[in-house]
């Protein structure tokens, strides 16, 4: 047995052939991060105790107040990233409360990875955001992302859409959405769309250039891009931001794992095994930025026919390999189906046809996101709640 209350420099001692060194499971802790705050649970000190008993690890977390309404999500993450490493086959998680010291270290700690990293934004701390990343092009991500905000906002939240595909920029287009961004001392004002009881805000490159003009920059530039729309845009109150990336793990991804440290991903996949494997590096790369990896949705699964007969054209199971691979919910899957394509060159998202069984299949998505993998913060809550009494105090993050 080992015990630890800080990482070890070097391997420690083991159970038996198959357990986990102490030092593993503490890299694998590394991989939790706090969505609010944008850093793993190792360096914002919230890991008190790591015990290896063989191949059952026990691991105390302390929060920064008892009701965090956090604490369910990051037991949930310390337990998949603990069984994801080799030999370990039981997990414990035990939760305390930190006292107003360890409060005060972390919220430093906090603030000083933010200021290196973060840009000043119209975002409002309660507001979660998602961006929807792949590996590669031509899974749907971008058809996923439109159609998951208008689910979100058939909710009655307010939802913020932000087409960050800069060169492949098709979200107007997937919206029936044109004209020319307009704006109000010094900020950008997003496109609105009303949907049910909640709004959809929209800002795509699309809006400053035309629909077939080659967008011909290099990484500095596509960052800059990126950099404008989170801070010159006024968003105003959102609940949720979702962000349509770029495929693939470059520029754009890394910049906004700097200025947008809170941003939690959600891989798009097909069900092959070669688009999977693909996807998988988008993970990769964000748990690399310290971004926190919620979930996974497989794109064009099953195609059922008229006369009820399925079919896997792309094969099968690629979005719940690839979750249990990198220890993530699968979100949902969204079947193959012509009407996805043919509704976004119309303007008209599937997710909008409240009857339809797409909308139902995107409506089961947005539930789990708000119920399950992110849900609305309450700032009356934990460390979010601490960040932006400090922030008034000392001043906005990034300034």
Known sequence: MSKSRQPPLEPSGVSGDDAPSEQVVWAALAGVVDPELGANIVELGMVREVEVQGGAVSVAVALTVAACPLRDQLRADVERHLKAVPGVELVDVSTGVMDPSERSALMARARLKAQDRAVPTDIPATARVLAVASGKGGVGKSSVSVNLAVSLARRGLVVGLLDADVWGHSVPRLLAMEGAIQAHSGKMIPFERVVGSGLLKVISMGF????????????????RAVQHFLEDVRWGALDYLVIDLPPGTGDVQMGLARMLPRTELLVVTTPNQAAQKVAGRAADMARRGHIRVAGVIENMSAFTCDHGKTYEIFGSGGGQRLA???????????????????GGDAGAPVALDEAGPLAEVFAAIAQRIVTEVSPQLDMAGCSARLLEHVEKALGPIGA
């Open 208 to 223: 400053l250039s035309g629909e077939d003009e080659a967008i011909m920059w290099r990484g500095l530039m596509l960052n």
């Open 324 to 342: 249990d691979e990198i220890g993530v919910p699968l979100v949902g899957s969204v079947p193959l189906d012509a009407r996805v394509a043919t």
